[in-house]
């Protein structure tokens, strides 16, 4: 296991793109930690850890990954929602302890982007806060309720362009299978249509996890859940795929969860990525549902 600098409040998450990079934990748990699909932080108390106990860390943080990473990642769940005023110390310190950093980056919520104000993110961004990961999970007003994500199209749309308007690119997650066999088609087109609509850096695809079961989802899902087949999974991808207008977005299908690993960069490569999708469909048994890995 990779050797860690320092002691973090456990479980810690981190993108994948972020595996190389130096981890502050700037807050511990998430501060919504009501999707009913995520057991991410449900065994933390959300809390904001204060700037004297932030600068030894950076320092340590800064000590060890000197010629190795030029990356930070703040954690945990949704750092953005830390005010600006907040956050542009925690910056301030990160850049003159690492010197020229290649991006700072975090994860978000389109909320924690609408609560700033324009000059406030264009500022974090001069600072150094290039990326914002942000898991929208789908483009469907139904179904983002029936999992209490507590965003709507609007607001992610809007909190996203917010973003891209200060110059801050945005790396998304739609979850596949969110929304189980009733919800799959409007999951897939409300999602595409979203995705559409902002044109993201990155895009990136997972697959509903059930780390507590399937009935454990269900009593958390606010209406009726039916667990889809690998077959349809991949059918919705797909109808998620076809319906997609969007110019040279980075896509990625790769985590633990995906049956079938995707990469390319849309739209340019939906042509190869809807061909092995297909291919996928025909080897598949119709039956098989998918097994259930412990983490999201
Ligand atoms: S999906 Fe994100 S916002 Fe929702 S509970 Fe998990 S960490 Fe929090």
């Known amino acids: 296991m990779f050797l860690q600098p320092l002691q973090y409040d456990e479980p810690l998450f981190r993108p994948p793109g972020e595996a190389r990079s130096a981890i502050l934990q ?9 999707c009913a699909f995520c057991e991410m932080y449900t065994s933390k108390q959300f809390k904001i850890k204060s700037f004297e106990e932030l600068k030894p860390e950076i320092k340590i943080l800064a000590d060890f990954y000197r010629g190795v990473s030029k990356k930070v990642f703040l954690a945990d769940g949704d750092a953005f929602v830390l005010p600006a005023k907040r956050l542009i110390p925690v910056l301030e310190e990160i850049r003159s302890r690492f010197g020229r950093l290649q991006r700072i980056s975090s994860y978000a919520m389109p909320k924690d982007i609408l609560s700033k104000s324009d000059d406030e993110l264009k500022e974090l961004r001069e600072l150094g806060l290039k990326l914002l ?7 469907d007003d139904e179904l983002l309720k029936l999992v209490n994500k507590g965003e709507t199209f609007d607001s992610t749309v809007e909190g996203i362009r917010r973003a891209h308007n200060s110059a801050i690119d945005t790396s998304i997650i739609i979850i596949n299978g969110l929304g189980g066999r009733l919800f799959s088609e409007q999951h897939a087109l409300g999602s595409a249509k979203i995705i559409s609509r902002v044109n993201p850096r990155f895009l990136s695809t997972l697959t509903l996890s059930l780390p507590y079961g399937l009935e454990h989802f269900q009593s958390r899902f606010k209406g009726e859940y039916i667990q889809q087949t690998i077959v349809e999974l991949y059918k919705e991808l797909k109808v998620f795929i076809e319906n997609l207008d969007v110019e040279n977005v980075i896509y990625r299908s790769n985590h633990v969860s995906n049956n079938l690993v995707l990469e390319g960069t849309l739209s340019k490569d939906n042509p190869r990525l ?3 999708i297909d291919e996928a469909i025909q080897i598949t048994p ?11």
């Open 26 to 34: 700037v807050t511990t748990g998430c501060s919504w930690n009501k």
């Open 133 to 139: 990961y942000i898991g929208i999970e789908s483009g």
């Open 274 to 276: 809807l061909k092995q």
């Open 286 to 296: 119709g039956h098989i549902k998918p097994s259930l890995p412990l983490f999201l």
